[in-house]
């Protein structure tokens, strides 16, 4: 199938597409001047799609597909599951920070009320 072909199954702009083969991380056959995209094609660029939507940095993404031709689908479910568990982490330390501000708040409202300096009798 043909680039604009692709992009419609993928939601990838052709420009995007294209980026990314200069990139090196999709290498489509090439028929003439144009880009012949297979299946094995799609399924990394719709890997592609799902990680920038995410927001995965391609360039931890880059060593799973070094092989443009013959991704290493094992690298990456490793990194996703690495990333999975970066994330849980993250929420784990934002809960923390969660409690101890409502700690603080908790702390300042058993806190004598004081008056203005300018109030006093």
Same mark, same amino acid.
């Given at each position: 199938? *043909?680039?604009?072909?692709? @992009? /419609?199954?993928?939601?990838?702009?052709? *420009?995007?597409?294209?980026?990314?083969?200069?990139?090196?991380?999709?290498?489509? /056959?090439? *028929?003439?001047?144009? !880009? @012949?995209?297979?299946?094995?094609?799609?399924? &990394?660029?719709?890997? &592609? /799609?799902?990680?920038?939507?995410?927001?995965?940095?391609?360039?931890?993404? %880059? @060593? /799973?597909?070094?092989?443009?031709?013959?991704?290493?689908? +094992?690298?990456? !479910?490793?990194? &996703?599951?690495?990333? %999975?568990?970066?994330?849980? +982490?993250?929420? %784990?330390?934002?809960?923390?920070?969660?409690?101890?501000?409502?700690?603080?708040? +908790?702390?300042?409202?058993?806190?004598?009320? +004081?008056?203005? &300096?300018?109030?006093?009798?």
């Amino acid at each position: 199938m *043909k680039i604009g072909e692709a @992009s /419609a199954l993928t939601g990838l702009s052709c *420009k995007a597409i294209r980026l990314y083969e200069q990139q090196g991380l999709i290498r489509p /056959a090439r *028929k003439g001047t144009y !880009r @012949s995209f297979s299946q094995a094609d799609i399924d &990394l660029l719709l890997l &592609l /799609a799902e990680a920038r939507r995410i927001q995965i940095p391609l360039s931890r993404l %880059r @060593s /799973a597909i070094q092989d443009a031709r013959h991704p290493d689908w +094992q690298a990456v !479910r490793t990194l &996703l599951t690495e990333l %999975r568990h970066e994330a849980e +982490q993250a929420i %784990r330390n934002q809960q923390q920070r969660l409690r101890s501000i409502d700690q603080c708040l +908790q702390e300042i409202h058993q806190c004598p009320a +004081q008056q203005p &300096l300018d109030s006093a009798p």
